[in-house]
């Protein structure tokens, strides 16, 4: 995804998609006869709208310098020498914001962390771009969600398995939540960094998880992308007061 030029491929320009895609195959032991099938699919991504607060904005909408792949960041925790950033914080930090997605149930599940840390948290966001003002995360993942039978073999694994229900809980199982907030925290420090004039009621969004398994065709979205949600696409823009108070805990850290 990384060497994917999106709106290229949108347009049916598969030359340079073509290139990395069989470059990758052969670097991953695979067939090189799945190149069709895998550029199919990324043709299917970039065109599907994201839906929830992104509407039908689609990769395939992305203008030149409105994104970055894979930026890495390093984001320094408990700078003072006596404090720790520990999961105790962070749970406290959930609960008292505890407005949209993951709130209350999601600061319980953080107390179950065992965490006690200083020094540098080291990362890289897989997708940054903008949407009008506000300047988003994406993250691609390949999580199964699906049915099997009584002897293992697979019934289902598509659209339909990757409701906004089956994606929530998946996410709150792996920490997923806890990832994005520490994804957006690290992208407003950035834009404060870089971004002339920047406040983030104005330029901040919010996160999209693409669970690439479960992205339906763009014809094939169950509900309008401006009215709803899209099968395999988890947006949220979480409460600002929650990603302000996350910073200044990771800045500061806890006795």
């Known amino acids: 995804m990384e060497q994917i030029d999106y709106p290229a491929l949108a347009t049916g320009d598969q030359d340079g998609c073509r290139q990395v895609v069989q470059r990758e195959l ?33 990769l395939a909408d992305l203008s030149p310098a409105s994104w970055l792949n894979e930026m890495n960041f390093d984001l320094p925790l408990a700078v003072p020498r006596d404090r720790l950033v520990r999961s105790s914080g962070l749970a406290a930090v959930f609960g008292r914001q505890a407005g949209g997605r993951f709130g209350d149930a999601y600061a319980r599940q953080l107390q179950g962390l065992s965490v006690a840390s200083r020094g540098f948290l080291t990362g890289s966001i897989d997708l940054v771009f903008r949407c009008g003002e506000r300047w988003w995360v994406a993250d691609w993942k390949s999580n199964w969600i699906g049915r099997r039978d009584g002897r293992g073999a697979v019934i289902s694994c598509g659209p339909r398995d990757y409701s906004q229900e089956a994606m929530e809980s998946l996410m709150a199982s ?62 949220e823009r979480p409460p600002l007061p929650r990603l302000l108070e996350l910073d200044a805990l990771l800045r500061e850290g806890q006795p």
Not at 45 to 55: A, D, N, R
Not at 177 to 201: D, F, I, K, N, S
Not at 202 to 228: C, D, I, K, M, N
């Open 26 to 58: 052969e670097r991953a032991g695979l067939a090189a006869e799945l190149a069709d099938s895998v550029i199919q699919g990324l043709q299917q991504l970039v065109l599907c709208p994201l839906g929830g607060e992104l509407g039908g904005f689609r």
């Open 174 to 235: 792996n920490h997923y939540p806890l990832q994005a907030h520490l994804y957006l925290v690290a992208l407003h420090r950035y834009l404060r960094w870089r971004l002339p004039g920047y406040t983030p009621e104005q330029h901040l969004g919010g996160y999209a998880y693409v669970f690439l398994r479960g992205v339906p065709a763009s014809s094939a979205s169950p509900t309008p992308p401006q009215a709803g949600a899209v099968p395999g696409v988890l947006v």
